[in-house]
């Protein structure tokens, strides 16, 4: 458990069309306004009393979804192979978080609702 956990919420743009499992039809393309939350984590705070700085996580946040924002996300090479459906863009999002985290940070978890009321919530 972490003792201190900072939440920062964050809204982007992407296009996807995935297979649906009902008759395995690939439904058209379609954009979708995504909210983001992730939530980072920290035992102890840096010198300046902060476990993250809220523009630094934002930061962080931008440079892992630049990548995809405005995107067709099928096109997209890291997803070659697979269809990005909300849970698999949750796990990109969150391993490419973890990814540009200081040793002493964690990323906790992340929450991406695709529409009002589908979230999806990954950890690991």
């Known amino acids: 458990m ?10 982007f743009q992407a296009s996807h069309a995935v ?28 010198e300046n009393g902060f476990a993250i700085e809220f523009s630094q996580a934002q930061s ?4 892992t979804l630049s990548p995809l924002e405005g995107k067709v996300l099928n096109n997209i090479p ?17 391993r ?3 990814k540009r985290l200081q040793s002493d940070l964690k990323i906790n978890y992340i929450e991406l609702t ?9 950890k690991e």
């Open 114 to 122: 695709e529409a009002p009321g589908c979230t999806v919530i990954y």
């Open 60 to 63: 962080l946040i931008r440079d």
């Open 78 to 94: 890291v997803f070659e192979g697979e269809i990005p459906t909300t849970e698999i863009l949750s796990r990109y999002i969150y």
């Open 2 to 11: 972490t003792v201190y956990e900072v939440l920062i919420e964050y809204v």
């Open 19 to 46: 297979c649906m499992p009902a008759g395995g039809l690939m439904e058209d393309m379609h954009s979708h306004e995504w909210r983001l939350k992730a939530a980072f984590g920290a035992d102890k705070l840096d």
């Open 96 to 98: 490419n978080l973890k």
